[in-house]
Structures are given as structure tokens and as C-alpha cells.
């Protein structure tokens, strides 16, 4: 006897999560590309560093949910191409500081202004109540 099954991934919200922000993603993602060269993972440590300042690998792994072995390559990549300088903490001689340079923090001045660009038309066709609930949710999901 078969079941009969009424699942439908394509309504399932972490599907449907993982769908919206992999093509809004992407579609963003040739931005930072195309501009700077830079990976995703890369992108998120730039905008980490930018937005919060001076911080840890690891505050940065935390913050942006981002596995430390990516994070480690992506402040690498971007030290590479002096983007950000490191130095040792004080505090903790086994972590570093990591802080943008001129050159990290002009580029991502310009990719916030991109990201700002590209926000506003992602959701153009919505109405503004709804994008503030979509935002509100999103926020409650995220935690």
C-alpha cells in the first residue's frame, strides 16, 4: 500500500529560505566579483570589519555564522590584497586583530553603496508595510 505523501519541498520554509537568498546571492554576487575579485565568504569579512570595526577572526566567524576555517581563508585572501592588516592581541597573544586599510575600507564604502543600490530593488514591487514585516520575520528567524 502506498503512502500518500502532501510534503512539498517547495513550500517548505527552509527550502524556500535557501532558494530566495541563494538567487538574491547571486545575483549580488557579481558585484563584489566582478569589482574586487572577492568570494562571498570574503565579502561578509569585508562587511564585518567595515560595519563593527576592529574584531577577531573568530568575533567574525560568530557573528556572521561563517565556519572558521572559511573565515580563516578569507582574511588570508583579503590580507593578500591588503584589505585588512592583522595584529597580535593583547589580550590573547594566539588571536589577531583584524582592521581594514585604506584600500579594504574604500572598497567596502563602494560595495555598501552597491549592496544599498541593490537592496532597494529587490524590493521595489513590494508595498513598504510588507517589507517590513518580511524584515521583522526574517530578523525572528536569524535570532
Request: charged content about 35%; glycine content about 6%; aromatic content about 10%.
Amino acid at each position: 500500500m502506498s503512502e500518500k505523501d502532501d510534503f512539498d519541498l517547495q513550500y517548505f520554509l527552509p527550502y524556500m529560505l535557501n532558494q530566495a537568498a541563494e538567487e538574491s546571492s547571486i545575483a549580488f554576487q557579481r558585484h563584489y566579483k566582478n569589482r574586487y575579485g572577492m568570494l562571498r565568504t570574503e565579502w561578509r569579512v569585508l562587511f564585518h570589519l567595515g560595519r563593527y570595526g576592529e574584531m577577531t577572526a573568530k568575533e567574525i566567524g560568530e557573528r556572521a555564522r561563517i565556519h572558521k576555517t572559511k573565515v580563516s581563508r578569507a582574511v588570508q585572501k583579503l590580507a593578500d590584497r591588503r584589505f585588512l592588516t592583522r595584529k597580535k592581541d593583547e589580550n590573547d597573544r594566539r588571536s589577531e586583530r583584524l582592521e581594514l586599510t585604506q584600500a579594504g575600507l574604500a572598497a567596502y564604502r563602494d560595495l555598501r553603496g552597491v549592496a544599498q543600490e541593490y537592496d532597494a530593488k529587490l524590493v521595489a514591487g513590494f508595498d513598504p508595510e510588507d517589507v517590513a514585516t518580511l524584515r521583522r520575520l526574517l530578523a525572528r528567524l536569524a535570532g
